[in-house]
Nanobody, 120 residues
Framework: VQLQASGGGLVQAGGSLRLSCAAS????????LGWFRRPAGKEREFVAA????????YYADSVKGRFTISRDTAKKTLYLEMNSLKPEDTALYYC??????????????WGQGTLVTVSS
């Protein structure tokens, strides 16, 4: 599985941004895809995940109600719609894929990061 993330940028607090992740694979059936982020100087943390086949979603508490993960199975593209952004959402965002339960996703395949900067 190859992943290519895009869509990062600079946005003011309270604004919105949508990240995309294009996946290349013979099939994504049985995979979960998700988003992680790494704030500067901190550990990488889980953000959200979705089961590719069934569309079941799972979110970190810190983004629940503000972020929405979705996928377009025909385009093999993963999205992360981010609303009500806060400065603490500033991080390098990565898309990932693996075959584990989405609630315990660790990521076996990774895309390159896309930087999201939220100004106050």
């Amino acid at each position: 599985v190859q992943l290519q993330a895009s869509g990062g940028g600079l946005v003011q607090a309270g604004g919105s941004l949508r990240l995309s992740c294009a996946a290349s694979a013979r099939t994504l059936s049985g995979y979960g895809l998700g988003w992680f982020r790494r704030p500067a100087g901190k550990e990488r943390e889980f953000v959200a995940a979705i089961s590719w086949s069934g569309g079941v979603t799972y979110y970190a508490d810190s983004v629940k109600g503000r972020f929405t993960i979705s996928r377009d199975t025909a385009k093999k593209t993963l999205y992360l719609e981010m609303n009500s952004l806060k400065p603490e959402d500033t991080a390098l965002y990565y898309c990932a894929a693996d075959r584990s339960r989405i609630s315990s996703m660790k990521g076996d395949y990774w895309g390159q990061g896309t930087l999201v900067t939220v100004s106050s």
